[in-house]
């Protein structure tokens, strides 16, 4: 089933190819709230009205209302005996303990009777069950209680042995008030113990969630897009192009490169629609659109052309760059901003590849906004079926120059085949997904790449026959043919 309707009801297949994250459940209205009814079956109330009176307790803005709220949260779930107690480590609890001291000074932690004095119906403060989540990353928050160790069972919040093992050092929370300083009560106060059930909810709860029937019968009834909201698709399955490179790392593997000739060089009905062809040219767009994990789907689109000249003089002149500001149109600045080596990287199956890192910025006109491609290429020889293929995706990168102000970042994958026939035939394929961003309209960038392919047998030739008069050099080519010279053949 296609994923490119966003509001269609999830379904069984749907889940098996995601990954979902514990902040982003978390972060999301809906699925919060099935979270917390998970954990009121699961016997964890208490977490969750901590994390939500905690939640709302950082809003506060008035200090004496901070503290007033701050000692009904302690005399809830901090203190001995305390009604909703919570299984925190001693350093964590004594910490909180110590900055309210000052507000238990004029009144005995205890009632009259002995036992812990419980707030009043009025004045609890449990905070809401259907406001949005703001909290942290939990692995953030774990970097301030590094003495925090997640429990490997389920969190029971009634005073237990193993907490007061953890305590025995301390005779009683009120021996620890009696000698602790003034009042610090910021909106921080109880961040340390907020991280430590949240650690360990994630560790004993979260997956148990995402595997039960809550949660399953709570999808099921949800639009597509909350899955892309609450989780990301698994890289390796169909639905995110197979095993498509990851989008972010500055180089490519040789299993990347192979994909992306198995995607060049393999032309099947079921995948692919012939959309215009000549005597030199030949032109497909994918039968099925393809997601990142973010867009709402685009079409893969190749073309073949075969050039009067052989491979090495098409090479050469396809990759200067400054054919390329001609043939491209609207490219108006490529340069290399960074290159990988390939030695030393990888393993001896999979290596990783020499790479040129390559900033390219197109210009386009109103009312379209400038577009740019942070791009990794490598190229390689392979010995399998005699051709050269350079792999082109997007990519992350510290030495790109930042996006100028009103364009648009875009991403792309494909690659380039430059294969023999005979010593003055050129087989040429190129193959782009581009994600162009923005509001251009998809059929307005269909037609654009269609154009191209289309028309560029006559390109080609233009550029060919002027880089003939000085003998077929490429003098620039954006460090992209030295990654050629470095990676070598191998066998895709």
Known sequence: MSFNNKDRLITPDDIKQFEFHFEAILDNEASFKCFTSFLHQSLNDESVEFLEAVNEYRKIKFDKKREQVAKQLVETFILDDSPKQLNLKAPVRN?????????????????????????????????SRNSPRSYTSVDDCVLSSSNYSPRSDYIQQSPREDFCSVSSSFTSSTSILSYAPKSSVTKTLFDEAEASILVSLKECCFRSFIESPTFTTFVYNQPLKLLFEIGTLKTGNLLFME???????EYFTKHEIKFIK?????????????????????????????????????????FEVIFPNNVHQVMNTLNEVEY????????????????????????DDNPILATSITHEAY??????????????????????????????????????????????????????????????????????????????????????????????????????????????????????????????????
């Open 324 to 347: 390329r500001y001609l043939y491209d149109g609207n490219l108006f600045d490529i340069k290399s901003v960074k290159y990988i080596s390939k030695e030393g990287s990888g393993d």
């Open 363 to 492: 210009k386009l006109s109103w009312p379209f906004s400038d577009r740019d491609f942070i791009m990794a290429n490598a190229a390689v020889y392979d010995k399998t079926d005699d051709l050269y293929i350079i792999a082109k995706k997007s990519c992350e990168c510290d030495t790109s120059p930042p996006l100028k102000k009103g364009a648009i970042r875009c991403k792309t994958l494909g690659g380039w085949i430059f294969q023999k026939i005979d010593d003055n035939t050129t087989r040429h394929l190129q193959l782009f997904y581009c994600d162009m961003g923005g509001k251009v309209p998809r059929r307005f960038v269909s037609n654009l790449m269609k154009f191209r392919c289309k028309n560029f047998y006559q390109v080609g030739l233009k550029y060919l026959k002027l880089n003939e008069k000085r003998g077929f050099v490429c003098q620039n080519d954006a460090r992209i043919l030295e990654t050629l010279k470095e990676n070598g053949s191998c066998y895709l």
């Open 262 to 302: 198995d995607k060049l060089t393999k032309t099947t009905e079921d995948e692919w629609e012939l959309v215009s062809k000549t005597k030199n040219h030949k032109t497909w767009m994918s039968t099925h659109k393809y997601d990142f994990g973010g867009t709402v789907g685009v079409h893969f689109i190749k």
């Open 95 to 127: 910490k909180i303990l110590i900055s309210t001291a000052s507000l238990f000074e004029k009144q005995s932690p205890r009632g009259n009777n002995g036992t812990p004095s419980t707030p009043k119906e009025e004045d609890t403060f449990t905070g």
């Open 243 to 249: 095993s498509l490179g990851d989008l972010k790392t």
